[in-house]
């Protein structure tokens, strides 16, 4: 069995700031991430572009150079990427963490491959491998996705994208330009405010000229292998349809959280417990980082506001040991 001052659980940006910042302080620590560098970020859309600018993105002031100033997928990558290989992060690929036991003053960690003991754990595992499910007949056919990669596979096919957030505005723009009919599914009245503010004239144009068709205050009552059948303010609507693209969000894994005994609030929110100076959860010694502290408020943390998490966590840790 291993022993660390420190495990991390995910190797995403937070998880790699967490790694970095052990590593600066002369802890002994290892990331242990379910797939590959920045995981999360990989499964992106290949041709996202964040609403970050790259200087906001930026872990330990490593400097983020990009062509635009809006980095896109590929960029983001080679940026974690080369900071990991750069700075020897040592980090598992491939190994999920299945279970976490604390005994005493000790963590065991178990993992798809091997057991680790530890003072410390972080847990930074994101909230990118749930999605929001509509739970309606027909979600689970193979032409429903509830992750959205490449424009190209839609050409000439009829494609439902259901939702007005970012990951829907963008799949529904580019699946247009490749030539799908697209129809875009909105539970409220309007495309997301949130939307990156150089993206949403551009949709709003597309549904106004006809060229995107948007169903508003609408929602999905049944997917068919051929049609789509929604909810409309002017009653049942059925549409021919191909494929669906359910970019309805994405929730952190609560069970996880609860099963190793992290209190959540037990409101819709569902916010994990925890110590904002110090990121310490009500478990002693057990810290979230990144953006798994927003239960269901998603929206709440991202890389760029929570990337100082690492400093904190790590600080708290040093505080103990002296
Ligand atoms: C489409 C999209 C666009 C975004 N754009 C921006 C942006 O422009 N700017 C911004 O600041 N933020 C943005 N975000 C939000 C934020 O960047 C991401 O959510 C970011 O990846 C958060 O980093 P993280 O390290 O907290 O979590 P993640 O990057 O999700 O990392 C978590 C890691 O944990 C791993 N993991 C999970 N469970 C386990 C397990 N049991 N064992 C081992 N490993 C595990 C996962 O594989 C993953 O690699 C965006 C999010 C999305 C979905």
Redesign the pocket.
């Known amino acids: 069995m291993k022993d660390f001052d420190i495990v991390i659980?995910?190797?995403?940006?937070?998880?790699?700031?967490c790694g970095l910042e052990a590593k600066k302080k002369g802890l002994n620590y290892v990331i242990?991430?379910?797939?590959?560098?920045?995981?999360?970020?990989?499964n992106?859309?290949v041709n996202?572009?964040?609403?970050?600018s790259s200087e906001?993105?930026e872990i330990d002031e490593i400097p983020f150079i990009s062509k635009e100033a809006?980095p896109r997928r590929s960029d983001a990558l080679e940026y974690y990427r080369r900071i990991v290989t750069s700075n020897k992060i040592n980090i598992n690929l491939f190994?999920?963490?299945?279970n976490i036991r604390k005994t005493a003053d000790t963590f065991t960690v178990t993992?798809?491959k091997d057991a680790y003991t530890a003072t410390n754990v972080i847990l930074?595992?994101?909230?990118?491998?749930i999605p929001n499910k509509m739970n309606v007949p027909g979600e689970d056919l193979n032409k429903v996705s509830h992750y959205y990669n490449d424009p190209h596979y839609y050409a000439q096919q009829k494609v439902a994208v259901i939702g007005a957030s970012?990951?829907a505005i963008?799949a529904a723009l580019e699946c247009y330009r490749k030539g799908a009919e697209v129809h875009l599914v909105i539970r409220g009245d309007e495309v997301g405010q949130r939307v990156?503010y150089w993206v949403r004239p551009d949709i709003v144009n597309r549904i106004k000229e006809g060229s995107i068709i948007a169903h508003y205050n609408s929602t999905v009552k049944e997917i068919t292998e051929n049609e789509l059948v929604i909810n409309t303010p002017e009653g049942e609507v059925t549409l021919e349809n191909d494929y669906v693209l359910a970019l309805t969000g994405?929730t952190p894994?609560f069970n996880?959280l609860e099963k190793i005994g992290v209190t959540l609030s037990d409101d819709e929110k569902r916010l994990p417990s925890y110590d904002e100076k110090t990121m310490e959860t009500n478990i002693n010694n057990l810290y979230l980082?990144?953006?798994?502290c927003g239960g269901m408020e998603?929206h709440k943390?991202?890389?760029?506001?929570?990337r100082i998490h690492a400093k904190m966590i790590v600080k708290s840790i040093l505080s103990k040991k002296q």
Not at 9 to 17: C, L, N, R, S, V
Not at 48 to 52: A, L, N, V
């Open positions: 659980i995910g190797g995403g940006p937070i998880g790699i700031a242990l991430e379910k797939g590959p560098i920045v995981n999360s970020l990989f992106y859309p996202m572009q964040f609403f970050s906001k993105l809006k190994e999920k963490v299945e993992s798809s930074a595992t994101g909230f990118y491998d970012n990951s963008d990156k994405y894994n996880f980082a990144g953006v798994i998603t943390w991202f890389i760029e506001n929570s």
